[in-house]
């Protein structure tokens, strides 16, 4: 029996706002941060994480955000 290797960027918590799992990682535009474009977790709902250099740090950015 294999087992499947799950990569960071299969595993998305759910957006904050409107509960959805269906997430996807999208190159945007960020005018105020050092990046000029990065990559950032996108959610249908409009909500995004911050900018990263890569879809993993992306990713952990929007994983690992504050849990009040």
Do not use: H
């Not at 409107?18 to 941060?33: K, N, Q, R, V």
């Not at 911050?50 to 849990?67: C, G, I, M, V, Y």
């Amino acid at each position: 029996m294999s087992e499947k290797r799950i990569e960071v960027k299969d595993y998305f918590l759910p957006c904050p706002f409107c509960g959805d799992s269906d997430l996807e990682i999208i190159e945007s535009l960020f005018e105020d941060t050092e990046l000029d474009y990065g990559l950032t977790v996108y959610c249908s709902c409009g909500a995004q994480g911050p900018a990263a250099k890569t879809e993993d740090e992306a990713l952990l950015k929007w994983n690992s955000r504050f849990k009040g």
